[in-house]
């Protein structure tokens, strides 16, 4: 049984001619940041180019970006970026790929281009686009395409299958295997048999549900219990879900409609995305339903609906900001809030920080957890195993999934019947060849998480996160102290300024005669005197003892001694 991960054997060799190399970027270990480089002979095209968001122990970041660093100077090598739906975790990356060659064509579906180019219109970016639907065929440079539709909770989502002279690999994306779905586009299986048919050399699956047994509760399961909400809410709704989320947006407009409420879109992002999808037909909203935000102090909160963004406790978001009493939009006592989403991992302290600070304005929270009011877009080990049984691939390589996820989605492929030392468990950064049918790491590229935070890309490190946490957990302190060169006097000092360390600076006190002592010590020394660094770190040694022995506290500390 797959029991953990091919170790790459360091820097990848050239790849010989006619070999398919796949060198995932982004979402193998993360959900997130998902971007795959395809490489036959010397061309480039790439999948995906997605961001992920940031945890608790990156404060201050924006996003976080794949590494481009692998492809930065083959730009003009690049066919291609194809976008198999209009998620942030698998588009949110382009614009920052874009800044470095703003010409690059990009591939996709109607409704993910009409997001990307919006998104893009903010970055200033004047794409190169090309729509595709199911059932297309395009070649770009080596790589003939096929797009097949896949079913996830986004419409107009596809699974790409490559064509190369080294095999054929079939991407599916994210993807469900929903029977009854809102707008009636299932996962195309017989395509899945028909290529399977044919021969698929490398079958590259979604592994996000892979521990989850069974199959995933379809779309049509939600509506009821909105319904039920809706009829016995009093006051205001607020449903808060992802600003691309336009089926469970279509459910929430649908049960508005029904139970006499108007809706109004609350967040930059929700308002473009659902105007992108009402113009283009992905979204049907019921007439006079749809009203203004700014309109819904006129009209009763019985008959109000707010649909919003910060499902996922993003501090910034509409929602967090209203748990934060910092929105114009305010809730309390007899109001109720939908969170109409799954929790991304790694975002659960976030988001019930968000659902405390609402229930304690005195509004209901419902969520996953308590009512049916969210189902996943991510095929379940019962559909994953059809799939495997369908497609019948020579080589299997997990994608878009953290460890466990991955090692999951392994297993069901052995358990299908692929040999065991055909299923590639690979992660960012690993370099894996196909050739021959057969597909193996064979070494890795250097990658890391680039950190967007503010207007600067990749400029912080993990050093300068570490100086965050710090401060936020243990706090600052700084010295200062003036010493004659000449005589080695203590002129002035050590001055000793804290924050966030105790709450009464007098503590400190007790510590200055032992600095002192210790800087009269080193000064004694004339080629100390001279040497401002080794006086700092004597001070920084003193200090963070003390407070290490008595506070039990580990702050950023830094100090300053100035010669005269």
């Known amino acids: 049984m797959t029991t953990g991960f091919f170790q790459a054997s360091g820097p990848a060799p050239e790849p010989a001619r006619g070999t398919l190399r796949i060198t995932p970027l982004g979402g193998l270990g993360d959900v997130g940041r998902n971007m795959t480089v395809f490489e036959i002979d010397g061309r480039l095209l790439i999948v995906d180019c997605g961001v992920l968001f940031p945890e608790d122990a990156q404060p201050g970041v924006d996003l976080i970006l794949p590494d481009f660093d692998a492809i930065r100077d083959r730009l003009d090598d690049i066919e291609a970026i194809v976008l198999t739906h209009g998620h942030e975790d698998h588009i949110g990356g382009v614009p920052y790929l874009l800044r470095m060659k703003n010409d690059i064509p990009l591939v996709g579906s109607t409704l993910t281009l009409a997001f990307l180019t919006a998104k893009l219109r903010e970055h200033r970016i004047t794409p190169t686009t090309i729509a595709v639907e199911e059932g297309r065929k395009e070649s770009f440079g080596p790589f003939d395409c096929e797009f097949v539709a896949v079913n996830h909770s986004i419409p107009d989502a596809l699974a790409v ?53 069974g199959f995933t509760v379809g779309e049509q399961e939600i509506g009821p ?65 749809l009203i203004d935000a700014k309109a819904i102090t006129t009209i009763p909160d019985e008959q109000v609906v707010l649909m919003c963004t910060g499902s996922q406790g993003e501090p910034m978001a509409a929602l967090g900001r209203i748990a934060q009493g910092d929105h114009r939009v305010s809730v309390g006592p007899g109001d109720v809030v939908i969170l109409a989403s799954s929790l991304i991992p790694g ?103 680039v950190y967007v935070d503010g207007s600067s890309v990749g400029e912080i490190s993990e050093a300068d996160l570490k100086d965050r946490r710090i401060l936020g957990d243990e706090g600052f302190i700084s010295l200062f102290a003036v010493v004659d060169t000449a005589t080695g006097a203590l002129l002035a000092g050590p001055e000793i300024r804290a924050r966030g360390v105790a709450e009464d600076a007098a503590v400190f006190e007790k510590v200055r005669p032992e600095i002192i002592k210790a800087l009269e010590e080193a000064v004694a020394d004339p080629a100390n005197r001279r040497d401002a660094h080794q006086l700092q770190q004597v001070m920084r ?16 500390i830094v100090p300053l001694v100035l010669e005269a």
Request: with cysteine; glycine share 8%.
């Open 161 to 213: 299958h490559l064509s190369t002279e080294a095999g054929t690999v079939l991407h599916t994306g994210d993807f469900k295997m929903d029977q009854l779905p809102l707008d009636g586009r299932i996962t195309d299986l017989r395509a899945f048999a028909r290529l399977g048919e044919a021969g698929v050399d490398l079958f590259m699956t979604d592994s996000t549900n892979a521990e989850v047994p």
């Open 347 to 449: 975002n659960e302290n976030a988001v019930f920080s968000v659902v405390n600070g609402l229930m304690a304005l005195g509004a209901e929270v419902v969520h996953k957890g308590t009512a049916k009011v969210h189902t996943s877009g991510h095929a379940s080990a019962g559909e994953l195993l059809y799939c495997y049984n369908i497609v019948r691939p020579k080589n299997v390589m997990p994608i878009h999934g953290e460890v466990r996820h991955l090692l999951a989605n392994g297993r069901l492929a052995e358990a299908t019947g692929v040999p065991r030392e055909r299923v590639v468990l690979a992660q960012d950064g690993h370099v894996v060849d196909l050739r021959d049918g057969v597909a193996q790491v064979v070494g890795e590229v250097p990658t890391s998480y």
């Open 541 to 556: 040694r003193v200090i963070g003892r003390y407070v290490s022995q008595r506070l039990r506290r580990r702050p950023m």
């Open 225 to 289: 219990t909105l319904e039920a909400i809706f009829a016995r809410a009093t006051q205001k709704i607020v449903v808060a879900s992802f600003s691309s989320h336009v089926h469970r947006v279509q459910q929430v407009l649908d049960a508005a409609a029904a139970h006499g409420r108007k809706v109004a879109f609350v967040g930059r992002s929700m308002v473009r995305n659902m105007g992108i999808a009402s113009e283009l037909g992905y979204l049907r909203v019921p007439e006079r339903t």
